[in-house]
């Protein structure tokens, strides 16, 4: 392959066609007309031909559906990319597993044969592969998952193979993407990650010289093959031109990976149709000049292939005819994953004698012992996170805990892989701030793998992160940014506090197949679980993921405080001094779960107080307390008085007289607290 990409060519090729109005190609292009000009051998097996002329035929009739007006959204054809499906997906095993991208259903027909399934799907009938609901960029079914965003599945693809590791398994993952994708970071993250950790990962990289309708060399500086080798990974190299040599060198490149060590495969390749149904400005002459050197169009050139062709194409016709439409129903497709309920009645709570900490480590060796994974920077011993949380459980349990590269997206999404894939997995982001870097992954893989495979796949990957200011790290180390998560579907979010054992609430999350984001207070780390003072008792609701009740002993409250984590610790600490300073009785929930919020013990204590003030730790704006005052008060005609407490919308300075100004705190809840008191009493 030509290095060089600022050069460029006259539109004369190499064997003397030009290209009608061409002012010139890039070298890329010209190195894919001088292997699709080359005299290759097309005698290849006869299964593998019908193969790919099925994978055309299924993908001519979506098209021709899509023009009848029968299907709607977008596809993406690998018309005239066949033989990289069949060449590489064809020699897997049924217990391999493929992950691939948009242009994925050769990649699918090949590893599965469930090609009347994909015609059901993109027809959006309950009979598809995803009960319709996937269509084209979304396809499962075991052994294949395909997502439409570039690069996603890479680091799904890693925890999956270090599942196959863990199990003694030779099976390999391929993961499929497109030159245009390696301008995402996160294939760089994960070529790292699987050369760090010899994963059994064939990555390859369809190159067919164009992102959507970039050139290769506006887009793609270097080599495709370059990318792999400073990695130390082993790199091969095809084209569909030759695909009796593209099998070859596929087959050497899988036993490669299946010896135990990640592979980098770059097949040259073009496509004959648009990007996805129409969308095509490339030079007529240049699509007509590949058309004509398509392998399977000079297959079709034999009267033998030609029968096969009208044989197969009849069949999937046939298939499209007697296909009965069936669709699944909103009431069938919305249910999600997530815990629901509440509960009114509570009960006394008694805490152990023990420090958050030690019963987080405690509840983490727990799932580790039962075959759990743990994730994260710096998190095996003797260090243990940058809160020690997980320090020890490395020790007693060797190649349980994975000390991952500073990649926050990589960390994400190697969980989200080995839950898929039945092992549970817990990832610790160093700080919540960095979660903003894990956002894809959890919006785009786990939260969307129930629904969009058309509820056949779980993620139950456990995303756990400190959140919080007070500690004077600064802007980029004290954010709380939970209202950013609690607004993605089937995703839980839960706070854990020290007014709450946590052990018995995260043994029951180990048994829901939800994704899971997990709130931890890094100043709440080293508290010690709280104890009833004389004038507030300790209560919590029956339910798996309990809210606390904090209540006066004697007494009705006059003002209901809701908050959640290590700012529900503080105001606990201090409701003695809120009385005094209010002259109001309150009573004060915590919340643990956060997503799905449920407002049962909220709403009875306001039935009594009629004042109502949600405290939480970040911003208030769009927020969590936004969202809770809204229940309430649509639930009780707007007559009850409420407001919301949080931090600054700033960002949180370092100085500590000023982040303790800008973050939420018990004084801020005293101030909205006469702010209410002054609303119903206007004399004062």
């Known amino acids: 392959m030509v290095s060089v990409h600022t050069d460029r060519l006259t539109s004369e090729g190499q064997d003397g066609s030009r290209f009608a109005g061409d002012e010139g190609i890039d070298l890329p292009l010209a190195e894919a007309r001088r292997l699709a000009s080359r005299n290759t051998d097309l005698s290849l097996p006869e299964n593998s031909i019908a193969e790919a002329i099925l994978i055309r035929a299924v993908e001519e009739r979506l098209l021709s559906l899509f023009s009848e007006g029968r299907m709607n959204g977008t596809v993406h054809t690998c018309v005239g990319q066949e033989f990289s499906a069949v060449c590489i997906a064809g020699q897997l095993r049924e217990t391999d597993w493929i992950t691939s991208n ?61 599942h196959n590791k863990r199990l003694g398994s030779d ?102 149709n648009a990007h996805s149904k129409g969308d095509d400005d490339r030079n007529q002459a240049e699509i007509a000049f590949f058309r004509a050197r398509d392998p399977l169009e000079r297959l079709l050139a034999e009267p033998r292939w030609q029968a096969r062709q009208a044989e197969i194409t009849e069949e999937v016709a046939r298939h499209v005819r007697s296909a009965a439409d069936k669709r699944l129903s909103r009431k069938a497709y919305l249910p999600d994953q997530l815990p629901r309920g509440g509960s009114e009645i509570v009960k006394p709570v008694t805490n152990p004698e023990a420090r958050l900490l030690q019963c987080l480590n405690d509840a983490y060796a727990s799932a580790v012992r039962e075959g759990a994974v743990l994730l994260g920077e710096d998190i095996a011993d003797p260090y243990g996170g940058a809160f020690t949380v997980t320090r020890g459980i490395d020790a007693a349990n060797p190649g349980s805990v994975f000390t991952m590269p500073i990649s926050e997206a990589l960390i994400a999404g190697v969980a989200m892989g080995l839950a ?60 709380s940014l939970e209202k950013f998560f609690v607004g993605i579907d089937n995703l839980m979010v839960m706070a854990v506090t020290s007014l709450l054992d946590p052990r018995p609430a995260l043994q029951a999350l180990a048994k829901e197949a939800c994704p899971c984001v997990i709130i931890e207070n890094k100043t709440d780390y080293a508290r010690r679980l709280w104890a009833p003072s004389p004038a507030f008792k300790l209560q919590a609701t029956q339910t798996k993921f309990p809210d606390l009740v904090i209540s006066p002993v004697s007494g009705v409250p006059d003002v209901t405080i809701v908050s959640y984590g290590g700012l529900a610790r503080e105001l606990a600490d201090s409701l ?72 600054d919308p700033v960002p949180i300075p370092s100085p500590k007289a000023l982040e303790a100004k800008v973050l939420a705190s018990p004084d801020k809840v005293i101030d909205a607290i006469l702010e209410l008191r002054g609303a119903e009493a206007p004399n004062g």
């Open 171 to 272: 099976d390999i993952i391929a993961s499929f993407i497109g030159e245009g994708t390696l301008g995402e970071g996160i294939v760089y993250e994960t070529l790292n990650f699987a050369a760090l950790q010899q994963l059994p990962q064939l990555f390859v990289c369809e190159n067919n010289f164009y992102s959507q309708s970039t050139p290769q060399a506006r887009s793609i500086a270097g080599t495709v093959e370059s990318r792999a080798k400073p990695f130390g990974i082993a790199t091969f190299s095809a084209d569909t031109w030759d695909p009796a040599n593209l099998t070859k060198v596929a087959s050497e490149a899988i036993e490669f990976v299946r010896s135990g060590k990640p592979a980098f495969l770059t097949v040259q390749t073009y496509r004959l």
């Open 102 to 162: 948009h242009r994925c259903h050769g990649h699918f027909i090949s590893k599965t044969g469930i090609w009347g399934g994909l015609l059901d799907e993109l027809m959006g009938l309950e009979s598809g592969v995803c009960k319709g609901i996937g269509s084209s960029q979304h396809l499962y079914a075991p052994g294949f998952i395909s997502n439409g965003t570039q690069g996603a599945l890479l680091p799904v693809a890693a925890g999956m193979a270090i």
């Open 576 to 647: 003695e001094h809120i009385f005094r300073q209010t002259d109001c009785v309150p009573e004060l929930i915590c919340l643990t779960r956060l997503h799905p919020l449920d407002a049962t013990a909220v709403m009875h204590s306001v039935a009594q107080s009629r004042r109502l003030v949600v405290a939480e730790e970040g911003s208030t704006p769009f927020g969590i307390g936004s969202e809770l005052v809204c229940r309430v008060l649509t639930k009780t005609d707007g007559t009850i008085d409420a407001r919301t407490v949080g931090a």
């Open 420 to 479: 898929l894939r039945g092992t549970p997995a817990y990832a610790e982001i160093m700080f919540g701030d960095f979660m903003s870097l894990t956002f894809d992954q959890i919006l785009s893989n786990a939260s969307k793998f129930h629904h969009m495979y058309g509820h056949q796949a779980s993620c139950p990957a456990r995303i756990r992160t400190p959140m919080g200011g007070k500690r004077g790290y600064g802007p980029t180390h004290s954010q």
